[in-house]
């Protein structure tokens, strides 16, 4: 049987930065309500909500304090149903992010927690646990082990009794115990209450991260802890998360539709992440191998074998993404300026030619850059303070969409948003390109309308010159040119990212051919 996400195109909204229906800078679920047709006309099947759920926003929504109810600062459940129904009625279905390794430290749990003794089923509910190295007052000073914050620092902060509580991340951000039942039953519980909302589906943060290695023992010496972990540790990728997935996949399975999961699971290599989507666990998990990878034909080949090899062993198919909001966008990852664009816009054709699920991040479409020059004072990533403000974190990713070409924030709403946006983004956004022939707005719209029609069902690579690729992909060739030099090509151009120039492929350009 084929399901919608086999072979969807997922559209990543972060809801404070795409579209501000109320003009309080800050963007919000009427404004995304209000860019349907925008989504419709892209040519995309899906779209994936980063959290909108109340919280104090410590690190933008993935800190939260109500996991059933909308922040006001985005809405309220009506305005998610109608968001829902509106979406639905347009035929794109609705991804919304779980995150089940932490709560917000002003979540009820943990303030209850905080209240009450040590040992008790309160505090049972996450990681508290008694410091070493006691001072003169019997006051610990040191915290029960080595762990390190993602984030920066320690990965723990002490309680005012003197208890420690763990927290993979921000301080704000404790880490449930997943040994604890009782966290099991509220998270079925929170599926549930969005899946009877009638969601499609849901990005699970932290996936790799849940359960916890028993004793908590030091990590010791020589372990890198990257962003969000790429080896295996007392913390990450811990045999026993898999069976919460089982749990949450007969969850899934219990409901009509053809509800999904996936997973971001940062993991030491394509095989372990094959193990979140074995049959009866989550349908996808992000391969964010893309995200990473040098603009090199090698780099992009080895990727692309190793996720079609590894997902073809558990039956999953292949998922691709080149940027999401934690990570700088890729025109500027890929050189910025025109070599950048260029670069990223033969990515995407080529990402777009491959089967399987393909997640695209708001913004992407516009070839927006990573905005580097923000105000420190304005930067709330917590990694900035986390770090002693070395790490400038990825607020500049995050920064609002310009829909206009001109207006107190490019169209994104009636005032200024929460992060300045550069001044030449008027020339980039929606208005300036829709219509605009070899715009990049229109490269998306067109390879997602041809993707559409002529679904990838393969990757069958083709002899090619050095610094290329060439692969058939069941319905037409995408030929990429990773080189400084033009490469000549034959056949029926379908769509390229570049001119072509007397019959040769430019320098960091990708092109689609019939036949
Ligand atoms: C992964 C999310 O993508 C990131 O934005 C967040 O900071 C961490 N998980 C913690 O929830």
Redesign the pocket.
Same mark, same amino acid.
């Given at each position: 049987m084929r399901h919608w996400w086999h072979d969807a195109v997922i559209y990543q909204i972060y809801p404070r930065s795409f579209a501000d229906g109320n003009g309080d800078g800050m963007g919000d679920l009427a404004g995304i309500k209000s860019r349907i047709p925008y989504l419709s006309r892209l040519g995309v099947d899906a779209i994936w909500l980063?959290p909108f759920y109340t919280s104090p926003q410590n690190?933008?929504g993935?800190?939260v304090a109500d996991f059933r109810d909308v922040d006001p600062r985005f809405g309220d459940l009506s305005d998610f149903d109608e968001l829902v129904t509106a979406a639905h009625a347009a035929d794109l279905k609705v991804v919304v992010d779980i !995150?089940p390794?932490?709560s917000s430290s002003e979540h009820p749990w943990f303030q209850a927690a905080l209240a009450a003794e040590p040992g008790s089923p309160e505090r049972a509910l996450y990681h508290f646990r008694d410091g070493v190295a006691v001072d003169e007052d019997g006051v610990t000073t040191e915290p029960p082990n080595d762990w390190r914050s !993602?984030?920066g620092g320690r990965a723990w902060t002490q309680a005012p009794d003197g208890q420690w509580y763990l927290h993979l991340?921000d301080s704000t951000?404790p880490d449930f115990n997943w040994d604890n039942p009782k966290v099991h039953e509220e998270f079925a519980d929170i599926l549930r209450f969005w899946l009877d909302r009638g969601v499609d589906g849901f990005r699970v943060?932290?996936a790799h991260g849940l359960v916890k290695e028993p004793g908590l023992p030091d990590v010791g010496e020589g372990l890198d802890i990257e962003m969000?972990g790429t080896t295996r540790s007392p913390f990450f990728d811990v045999d026993g998360v898999h069976e919460i997935y089982r749990s949450w996949r007969q969850i899934l399975d219990s409901y009509p539709g053809d509800r999904m999961a996936v997973a971001?699971a940062w993991v030491e290599s394509p095989q372990r992440r094959a193990n979140y989507v074995r049959g009866d666990e989550l349908h996808q998990a992000f391969n964010f191998d893309l995200l990473v990878a040098d603009f090199d034909a090698e780099s992009y080949r080895s990727v692309i074998d190793a996720e079609l090899t590894t997902v073809t062993s558990v039956d999953a198919p292949p998922t691709w993404v080149l940027s999401?909001?934690?990570r700088p966008r890729y025109v500027t990852r890929y050189g910025d300026g025109k070599k950048g664009l260029d670069r990223a816009r033969a990515a995407v054709l080529t990402m777009l030619a491959l089967p399987g699920s393909v997640y695209l991040y708001q913004g992407e479409e516009l070839g927006l850059p990573e905005v580097l020059d923000l105000p420190d004072h304005l930067r709330e990533d917590p990694t900035w303070h986390r770090s002693g403000f070395t790490e400038k974190g990825?607020d500049g990713c995050r920064v609002p969409l310009p829909w206009k070409r001109s207006g107190p924030s490019f169209g994104f709403g009636e005032a200024a948003g929460w992060l300045p946006q550069p001044s030449d983004w008027g020339e980039k956004s929606v208005e300036a390109q829709d219509g605009v022939e070899g715009s990049t707005l229109e490269l998306y719209r067109s390879a997602l309308a041809l993707r559409r029609r002529d679904v990838p069902t393969k990757v069958a690579w083709l002899p090619s010159e050095a610094d290329t690729l060439s692969f058939h992909n069941g319905c037409f060739r995408c030929v990429v040119n990773f080189g400084s030099q033009p490469v000549p090509v034959d056949g029926d151009v379908l769509l390229s990212s570049a001119d072509l120039i007397d019959g040769a492929l430019p320098s960091g350009a990708a092109a689609w051919f019939s036949g």
């Open positions: 980063s690190d933008a993935y800190d !995150v390794n932490h !993602v984030f991340f951000q943060d932290v969000l971001e999401n909001h934690d990825r």
